[in-house]
């Protein structure tokens, strides 16, 4: 990701927590095999931040062994970025940067071989929880697949958040 090369960003980022997700794994052929792709991911991201279980606030303690065995019920998943960033929150004592790589991998997927349906039910609240109106998250990067289109999916997310309202 170019943010991560740029020095500007790197200042800020010693600053702040960084939770990376790249959901490029995201590309079965079957809904339950890419929530396995993201409890894989979730695992991983959580993993790289190095925090030791006795810094994990009593709240999170059951969800963040349940990310590192990789053992999230499917009805959790959608909540579970929002919690680890309010997590990361309360640990670093300030808002974290989430960074997403490929995104939209599992929606291009879930188009191609039909569960659309059941890919967006789960992102909306996946990415919606974590990102939209958090107080939780300073910055959120995310890179796609597809290219950008004027009034996608998310690019509301930011226009809200900047106070354009959903166009």
């Not at 993201?38 to 006795?54: D, F, T």
């Not at 998250?137 to 009034?151: D, S």
Request: glycine share 8%.
């Amino acid at each position: 990701m170019t943010v991560l090369a740029d020095e500007q960003a790197c200042l800020q980022r010693e600053r702040h927590a960084v939770l990376y997700l790249s959901l490029k794994i995201c590309k079965s052929g079957t809904w339950a095999a890419n929530q396995q792709g993201v409890r894989y991911e979730l695992q991983k991201a959580w993993l790289a931040l190095g925090i030791p279980a006795s810094a994990v606030p009593a709240w999170f303690a059951p969800q963040c062994r349940d990310i590192v065995m990789r053992t999230l019920r499917d009805d959790e998943l959608p909540g579970v970025l929002g919690a680890m960033t309010r997590a990361l929150q309360e640990i670093h004592g300030r808002p974290v940067w989430v960074l997403i790589d490929e995104y939209d991998a599992p929606i291009q997927t879930a188009w191609q071989h039909g569960f659309y349906r059941e890919a967006v039910d789960f992102l909306r609240p996946f990415l919606g929880e974590a990102l939209k109106d958090s107080s939780c998250v300073v910055r959120a990067v995310m890179t796609g697949i597809l290219p950008g289109r004027q009034g996608g999916h998310f690019l509301r997310i930011e226009r809200r958040r900047r106070g354009h309202g959903a166009q």
